[in-house]
């Protein structure tokens, strides 16, 4: 019953890592024949203060959407996880930009943010007129707050199906014994989405490392190199200065960074971070 799974896996998992492997140990402009270069791609990486800027600036977007989206969504996810008949009116709402595309986000957002065309003219709010996609720092800040915007709903919908799997009988045995919401939530609720935080966070750092397409369409990178991801550092290598070696260096970094991240987070979770988040009832 494993061997699709496993076929699939195989030719597009396994497969083009080892390709992609390979053609880092090659000078390969995107055309043409092979040309070996050894670890000459590795080296100059490995010295290339840009790809540390961007390995540094990855991490950096990294913690930051795991501390902004994980609160939120998880308050969000206890909230919609009601049966009150407004939260599933509530919820549609919230869920409403995982059916829009990254591309769509983007341009949405560029448009907004115009200091001379967006809301700031159109609401009249001084404030507002800034130069947010100019200056690296509101840069930054409009990127986390676009992928936050995205991305906050799926997790909440997560978060909502691990809530709504916990028994209800814990919330009246301690409703009987007098503990308040609060109480519960801390006591109750947070220990039982153990498993459900790990699969959250582990899916936020992947998505972390392989965010590219908002990021493209919205800053490009820029200004200068303040947005410039490790996804991103990877296409501009390859796809815009042709150096695809270098580049697939960068990618190998990338699936390695994603595999140690995500087997710490299985060794901080526990031993069986599958088990059921009931575990112990």
């Known amino acids: 019953m494993v061997l699709p799974a496993l076929a699939f896996f195989t030719f597009f998992g396994a497969v083009p890592l080892v390709g992609v492997v390979i053609l880092s140990m090659t000078d390969w402009p995107g055309f043409g024949a092979l040309r070996g270069a050894g670890l000459s791609n590795w080296s100059s990486i490995l010295q290339s203060s840009v ?3 961007s390995l540094m600036l990855t991490f950096l977007v990294m913690g930051l959407t795991i501390v902004i989206q994980t609160p939120l969504a998880l308050l969000l996810g206890v909230f919609t996880a009601g049966h009150q008949r407004y939260r599933a009116f509530l919820a549609v709402l919230y ?12 341009a ?64 009246e045995a301690a409703s009987i014994d007098g503990a308040g919401t609060v109480r519960q939530f801390i006591n109750i609720t947070l220990p039982q989405l153990k498993y459900t935080i790990i699969t959250s966070v582990t899916l936020m750092v992947v998505g972390s490392l392989t965010a590219f397409d908002l990021i ?40 390695v960074l994603g595999l140690c991240l995500a087997l710490l987070l299985q060794r901080l979770g526990g031993k069986d971070a599958s088990a059921s988040q009931q575990e112990g009832l």
């Open 216 to 255: 493209y369409v919205l800053t490009g990178g820029g200004p200068g190199d303040s947005t410039r991801i490790l996804a991103l550092d990877m296409y501009k290598r390859g796809f815009q200065a042709n150096q695809m070696g270098p580049a697939s260096v960068v990618a190998t970094i990338l699936v």
């Open 95 to 106: 869920f409403l930009p995982l059916l829009l595309s990254a591309a769509a986000i983007s």
């Open 108 to 171: 949405a957002y560029k448009a907004l943010l115009d200091p001379n065309f967006g809301l700031a003219a159109g609401l009249g709010v001084p404030w507002l007129k800034q130069n947010w996609l100019g200056d690296p720092t509101l840069a930054l800040g409009v990127v986390l707050f676009a992928l936050a915007w995205q991305y906050i709903p799926f997790h909440t919908l997560i978060y909502q199906g691990g809530v709504r799997q916990i028994p209800r009988s814990l919330y």
């Open 51 to 53: 790809m540390w800027h």
